[in-house]
């Protein structure tokens, strides 16, 4: 008997897309879809203490749904809100963050693809392995590091090499608190980040992609200490959505979206600067460091302004220094 692959209910065939003033209204996106408005919904600190302007309430713990599109909806998960961290910006809709997102492993162009097909995902079991020039090695399952690190929420903003941002409520926990977990050396000067491998779950791995898989990238290890580097399980109230990095990625603001990365399998400190996936594709373009800078231009197209994944292309802002993080991080880049 043939095997018989039943669409999840939300897919929507490619030459059926949905108006754009209908996309931009969440009330009747939802409604569009056939969807009632509690299904499928699923980063910023602001230096200068900027206060909240976010009109969206905080999450909350809602009833589970009972049909059989609860499958496709994150488990919630709930974290208190550390109030240091604000935004200069109202909170991107989590509708618009489930759907606008690059995961190469699943499908490098087409966005909505890549979502469905990262359902795919098996996320169970799921284990970090941290190694190299540490004291203490070890391989954590993720829901142990989860009950052994306090969770928090953090409204932090999100910024793309392509221009697009977001800005969003991550639940999860500092790097440094890892860090500290396995006490690394004093000849560790980098640390090296690893993502999944499995071409059997995810089509954009198998060989002839042309992509050096499995994802890997790299942060300095004062980088990696940093105050602002966050690790996420979470958002929006509710576990990772596969698509948006599940179980556990990189949080950092004040760089490129590419070095955020996500679904973590290993970590490893080192003492020399580890090769990073764009920077090996494309050197010319996708530096090492990756921080967010207005006044350098892409070689393709101009930085200096950026635009809200749910506000439009037309309705523009300028990019911030560090994405707005200076006073967390320039001290980190010196000028010489």
Same mark, same amino acid.
């Given at each position: 008997m043939p095997n018989i692959h039943k669409r999840p209910a939300w897919w929507i065939p490619n030459l059926r897309p949905t108006d754009e003033a209908v996309f931009l209204d969440r009330r009747r996106f939802m409604a569009s879809l056939g969807i009632g408005g509690a299904a499928l919904i699923g980063g910023i600190s602001a230096c200068d203490r900027i206060s909240?302007?976010?009109?969206?309430?905080?999450?909350?713990?809602?009833?589970a749904a009972t049909d059989a599109r609860s499958q496709l909806e994150p488990a919630a998960l709930t974290a208190p809100r550390n109030d240091k961290y604000t935004l200069d910006r109202k909170m991107t809709k989590a509708d618009a963050v489930m759907r606008y997102v690059n995961y190469y492993e699943f499908d490098a162009a087409d966005k909505p693809k890549a979502v469905r097909l990262a359902q795919n995902l098996t996320l169970h079991p799921w284990t970090l392995s941290i190694t190299g020039l540490v004291k203490k090695p070890r391989t954590f399952d993720v829901?142990?590091?989860?009950k052994r690190l306090s969770l928090e929420e953090r409204l932090y903003r999100h910024?793309?090499?392509e221009t697009w941002a977001m800005a969003l409520p991550w639940i999860g926990f500092p790097l440094?608190?890892?860090?500290?977990?396995?006490?690394?050396?004093?000849?560790?000067?980098?640390v090296r980040f690893v993502s999944f491998m499995r071409p059997d779950e995810a089509p954009g791995q198998h060989l002839g992609s042309g992509y050096p898989w499995p994802y890997h990238e790299g942060?300095?290890?004062?980088?990696?200490?940093?105050?602002?580097?966050f690790v996420a399980v979470g958002a929006y109230g509710r576990r990772l959505a596969k698509q948006n990095g599940a179980p556990i990625r990189l949080v950092t603001p004040w760089k490129y979206g590419y070095k955020s990365i996500?679904?973590?399998v290993e970590m490893q400190?080192? @003492?020399?600067? &580890?090769?990073?996936?764009?920077?090996?594709?494309? =050197? $010319?373009? !996708?530096?090492?460091?990756?921080?967010?800078?207005?006044?350098v231009p892409h070689?393709?197209?101009?930085?200096?302004?950026?635009?809200?994944?749910?506000?439009?292309?037309?309705?523009?802002? @300028?990019?911030? &220094?560090?994405?707005?993080?200076?006073?967390?991080? =320039? $001290?980190? !880049?010196?000028?010489r």
């Open positions: 909240d302007t976010s009109t969206e309430p905080r999450p909350t713990t809602r009833p829901e142990e590091l989860e910024r793309c090499v440094r608190s890892l860090i500290k977990l396995v006490e690394p050396l004093s000849a560790a000067r980098f942060l300095r290890i004062d980088e990696a200490n940093s105050e602002a580097a996500k679904a973590i400190f080192v @003492d020399k600067q &580890p090769p990073t996936f764009w920077n090996t594709v494309n =050197a $010319h373009e !996708y530096g090492f460091y990756s921080n967010v800078d207005p006044a070689p393709r197209w101009s930085q200096a302004q950026e635009w809200m994944i749910d506000g439009g292309r037309m309705n523009k802002r @300028d990019t911030l &220094p560090y994405n707005g993080y200076g006073e967390l991080v =320039a $001290h980190l !880049y010196p000028k």
